[in-house]
């Protein structure tokens, strides 16, 4: 039997870590990012799909390295 997760606690009202946005998807509006640990929120660093802003525009996103972003 596998152990159940803890929730992550919300953040509030946002947070600024570390990572790098893979790609952004186009279609779908979203952003494939790797982010480093959030210790405020007890989240590991990982791999995640995030949606992304509609008046984002992806081509100007900055991808493939690190930057500072912020999680709202």
């Known amino acids: 039997m596998q152990a159940?997760?803890?929730?992550?606690?919300?953040?509030?009202?946002s947070i600024v870590v570390d990572g790098t946005i893979n790609a952004v998807g186009?279609?779908?509006?979203d952003a494939a990012v790797t982010?480093?640990?959030m210790p405020d929120i007890g989240m590991p660093g990982m791999t995640?799909?995030?949606?992304a802003d509609p008046a984002l525009?992806?081509?100007t996103v900055p991808t493939g390295k690190e930057i500072t972003l912020l999680l709202q």
Do not use: N, S, W, Y
Request: proline share 25%; aromatic share 0%; glycine share 4%.
């Open 4 to 13: 159940v997760p803890e929730p992550v606690a919300q953040a509030t009202p």
């Open 26 to 29: 186009r279609p779908k509006r």
């Open 35 to 37: 982010h480093g640990p």
């Open 48 to 51: 995640m799909h995030i949606p």
């Open 57 to 59: 525009d992806a081509l």
